[in-house]
């Protein structure tokens, strides 16, 4: 069983950056992808980026160059660095972490608002 507990959300300009973090209760080093996803109003949930124990990221095309993700494995802790801010941004962000072996499980966070707006 993993809880996961997001922070960082805010109210920023465009052009700002923020960092948003994401406490797990136990390890994820073994056998998870962890994943921030986003939902906006009106909009279905959608991932915007993933990284293996192995350090391998995906992003979603529309934040390529301005996001990073990182796992901080002694802290079990999952971090968005979010740069270049822009309002289309703005949505409710999601820790994910996903089991990838036996038994699948799949674990959300509550989620943290960000708003990007002047």
């Known amino acids: 069983q993993v809880q996961l507990v997001e922070s960082g959300g805010d109210l920023v300009q465009p052009g700002e950056s923020l960092t948003l973090s994401c406490a797990a209760s136990?390890?994820?080093?073994?056998?998870?992808?962890m994943g921030w996803y986003r939902q906006a109003p009106g909009k279905q949930r959608e991932l915007v980026a993933s990284i293996t124990n192995g350090g391998n990221t995906n992003f979603a095309d529309s934040v390529k160059g301005r996001f990073t993700i990182s796992v901080d494995n002694a802290k079990n802790t999952v971090y968005l660095q979010m740069n270049n801010l822009k309002p289309e941004d703005t949505a409710v962000y999601f820790c994910?972490?996903?089991?990838?072996?036996?038994?699948?499980?799949?674990?959300w966070g509550q989620g943290t608002q960000v708003t990007v707006s002047s």
């Open positions: 994910n972490a996903r089991y990838m072996l036996y038994p699948p499980q799949n674990y």
């Open positions: 136990r390890s994820i080093f073994s056998g998870y992808v």
